[in-house]
């Protein structure tokens, strides 16, 4: 069981970047596999990207693949995704999630413990 906060999240013009902060506590976060998901406005929450506990492993969506950047500081309980060249189809809540011992996962019900979100607004 960890504790989540987003952090980072604001308005944005189309190609620009942003960069959002996840801090963990609670328990020892370089256990936890870490996944961000996104909900945009009347639709589902679905999959952004994941890191294994270690680090050495990552996965992205196929709409984020080359924009976004995921990674995680372990001595910080942190972990980042890094998005460049936004445009407004990435507008949605964006939140991090953990899973103690977990691996390359994108399904939610993988995911023990959820952070409050943080919005991302891209306009045109």
């Known amino acids: 069981q960890v504790q989540l906060v987003e952090s980072g999240g604001g308005l944005v013009q189309a190609g620009g970047s942003l960069r959002l902060s996840c801090a963990a506590s609670?328990?020892?976060?370089?256990?936890?596999?870490m996944g961000w998901f996104r909900q945009a406005p009347g639709k589902g929450r679905e999959f952004v990207t994941v890191i294994t506990w270690s680090g050495g492993s990552t996965d992205y969506a196929d709409n984020v693949k080359g924009r976004f950047t995921i990674s995680r500081d372990n001595a910080k309980n942190t972990v980042y995704l890094q998005m460049n060249n936004l445009n407004p189809e990435d507008t949605a809540v964006y939140y991090c999630?953990?899973?103690?011992?977990?691996?390359?996962?994108?399904?939610?019900?993988?995911?023990?413990?959820w952070g409050q979100g943080t919005q991302v607004t891209v306009s045109s």
């Open positions: 609670g328990r020892t976060f370089s256990t936890y596999a």
């Open positions: 999630a953990a899973q103690r011992y977990g691996g390359i996962n994108r399904r939610l019900s993988g995911y023990s413990d």
